[in-house]
């Protein structure tokens, strides 16, 4: 079963949760047009957007058994209004062991909701028969459900079949851990704050870490970011472990002992983290590119956030021609876009919202992104090319066709696939974390002369 985190014990200040339900069911029918979590979320209230978020992640989480057993109480689909709002409470009903609302309590206020909106009032009475047969027969109607791979594992079948093809030893847990809410990380601004001093000082607030990687911290219990003494001052910015990978992989060897700046090519940077970590990690020149105009407002806020500075161009990495003033970079790192099927811990709608298709078309982009890329780095440079995939076709089978007809491409030590909640007992992947990270791969690149 899956890992459930609903808001908080109502208070006198905190929305009716009929309210909170109606919200997530708004949310919900956006997602299920094709909007991300962000976009659906970002219609709703204000102050319901928290509790929202929190329930509709819960709803994501069991959408596979979700659908199933909707379809098993009831043969023809409701209105889309009504559907969904049954959905939001089937799902909750389907992880009571973990749900902080009694039965009685979650279909009351399913009702109440329903009645307040005007494109469910009619089928009031219909979602509390069905969420109340339900309950009466929770048991049966999940073993009628339960030999459907999309119900036992809470995701798409072709995504299920992806992820058991590439990780035949891991398959399960793979599935299984992104079911549970991921752990909020943050890496320390070195150039601000020494993460032992931070450590001590969230200590002293009651705010629990342990530290992960070189520069990272693990909070025991997430929080507000903004609730985080020094975050508005630059202290911390949060990423997870796995991403925190990226900016030393790609530095080692190219500092020590460097007498000149190097220039550093972020290739896709937005929203960012990375490129302040390379910036916080050397004395770099990083240029920081990204296709999307807002996205890299992002990244010039967080760059000012933390007293740090690079150059954000609004451009198409894939076309050089249109951006670079021909001199080489030293480094380059190549963050290519992807399934982002490795942090669906984090956005449980993204195995929802993605088709098989994506991820051909997606691995025509990397390949187009890494043909383009490479002639811009330096002999002697280092490319290191990443995404937050676990799919082979994004990571691995995409540098051993690249490596086969590049021959200045050399391979160095890398930490190759990292998967979530699985620690590493191979060579390949010797630089694994102890397992509390998302789902990343790293192939950091050398360019050298050819033959040598």
Not at 1 to 15: E, G, I
Not at 123 to 142: D, W, Y
Request: positive net charge; glycine residues 6%; aromatic residues 6%.
């Amino acid at each position: 079963m899956s890992t459930v985190q609903l808001p908080t014990s109502p208070t006198a200040d905190s929305p009716p949760l009929w309210q909170q339900l109606q919200a997530c069911s708004q949310a919900l029918r956006a997602v299920r047009g094709g909007s991300n979590h962000a976009l659906a979320l970002a219609s709703v209230e204000p102050r319901l957007r928290a509790a929202a978020q929190a329930l509709l992640f819960a709803v994501l989480r069991e959408w596979g058994r979700t659908q199933a057993i909707r379809q098993h109480l009831v043969s023809r689909s409701p209105p889309p209004a009504v559907d969904a709002l049954l959905c939001v409470g089937l799902a909750l009903a389907i992880a009571d062991e973990s749900a902080m609302y009694p039965m009685h309590t979650l279909v009351n206020q399913l009702v109440e909701a329903a009645k307040r909106d005007p494109s469910t009032r009619a089928q009031a009475a219909f979602i509390n028969a069905c969420v109340r047969r339900f309950g009466r027969e929770k048991t049966a109607c999940l073993q009628a459900v339960a030999q459907k791979p999309q119900a036992r594992w809470n995701h798409p079948e072709w995504w299920i079949s992806a992820v058991k093809q590439d990780h035949a030893q891991h398959w399960q847990g793979i599935l299984q851990a992104s079911l549970v809410a991921a752990p909020m990380a943050v890496r320390v601004n070195r150039r601000r704050m020494a993460r032992e001093e931070l450590q001590a000082k969230w200590l002293a607030a009651g705010v629990q870490t342990q530290s992960i990687g070189e520069d990272g911290l693990l909070l025991q219990q997430a929080r507000p970011v903004q609730a985080l003494e020094g975050f508005a001052q630059g202290w911390f910015s949060v990423q997870d472990a796995g991403a925190q990978l990226a900016a030393p992989l790609l530095l080692q060897g190219l500092t020590t002992g460097s007498q000149k700046t190097l220039r550093v090519l972020d290739a896709c940077a937005a929203p960012g983290g990375k490129t302040a970590h390379l910036l916080e990690r050397a004395d770099v020149e990083v240029l920081a590119l990204d296709i999307d105009a807002a996205r890299c407002e992002r990244i010039s806020d967080n760059l000012q956030r933390l007293g740090l500075q690079a150059t954000v161009l609004c451009a198409d990495a894939a076309s050089p021609s249109s951006w670079w003033d021909g001199r080489a970079f030293d480094a380059i790192l190549l963050d290519a876009p992807c399934t982002a099927s490795g942090i669906v811990r984090r956005h449980p709608d993204i195995p929802w919202l993605r088709r098989q298709t994506d991820l051909v078309a997606l691995a025509k982009q990397q390949k187009n992104l890494l043909q383009a890329l490479w002639p811009l780095l330096a002999k002697g440079g280092h490319l290191l090319y990443c995404t937050c995939s676990l799919f082979r076709q994004e990571g691995l089978d995409q540098v051993q066709a690249f490596l086969a007809n590049n021959t200045e491409a050399h391979l160095l030590p890398s930490p190759g696939q990292l998967i979530p909640g699985i620690p590493s007992n191979t060579r390949s992947l010797s630089d694994n974390l102890a397992g509390e990270h998302d789902g990343f791969f790293y192939a950091l690149l050398e360019r050298r002369a050819t033959g040598t």
